[in-house]
Structure formats: C-alpha cells, structure tokens
C-alpha cells in the first residue's frame, strides 16, 4: 500500500513513513484523520500514536495550504510535550524547522502562529 499512501498523503508519508510500513493503528487510524473525522486512538506505548496523528494532520496542513499552526496538541505532562516536540523535530529537522513548538511552564517557544505548523502544550 506504500505507493496508495505516497499518493494521498504525498508530504506526511516522506517526513513519517518514507522509510518504513505503517503499524495497524496508524493504517487505521490516518485514513480517517484525512478526511477530517475525529478520532480517538488508544493503543498500548510506542505503537505509533503520535506519527497516526501528526502524519495526516501535516498532510491536511499542506494541502489546505494554511499559514498558521493548525493544530494545538495538549499533552497531560510536561515531560510528554517535551518528548514529543523531541521526536517531531527530527522529523521536520531538514525540511521545515521550528514548525512545531511547545508551550509549557518551563518552555515558551510558541509566540507567533505564523509559519507554525503545531503547538504542543500542557493544560
């Protein structure tokens, strides 16, 4: 399916998935989020949770070709926002830097949506 998924989701499938299969959860799941239905994931630690959801949202993001964050991602936990801005920052690292930033009591990096892709925050 790598050719139907680089076909309908050309921008999220080279900075997620270009070097490997989807798990279950996100075959599942990114279909859904493409189309713009909400979606609630649970599935058990690092099963791919975060590249289900960011993967079709990036790609919504481009094609919808919007110049400001469009997604505002609140994590329970300080330390979770900062794991995931870890993460996603290697994926945008050589394409798009500084796309995704935190908003958290120790980290205020999200001053401007402009240019941003995603913020990460805890409530």
Not at 21 to 45: F, I, K, N
Not at 67 to 79: I, L
């Amino acid at each position: 399916m790598g050719d139907d998924w680089n076909r309908i989701m050309p921008d999220g499938w080279r900075i997620f998935f270009r070097f490997r299969t989807p798990r279950p959860v996100q075959a599942s799941s990114m279909p859904r989020l493409l189309r713009g239905t909400s979606v609630l994931l649970s599935s058990p630690t690092a099963s791919g949770k975060t590249e289900a959801v960011f993967a079709p949202l990036y790609q919504r993001h481009v094609s919808f070709q919007r110049g400001g964050a469009s997604v505002v991602y609140v994590a329970p936990t300080k330390a979770l926002v900062n794991d995931m801005q870890s993460r996603l920052s290697e994926y945008f690292a050589s394409s798009a830097p500084g796309l995704v930033q935190r908003y958290t009591g120790d980290h205020h990096e999200f001053t401007d949506p402009a240019g941003r892709f995603a913020v990460l925050c805890t409530p």
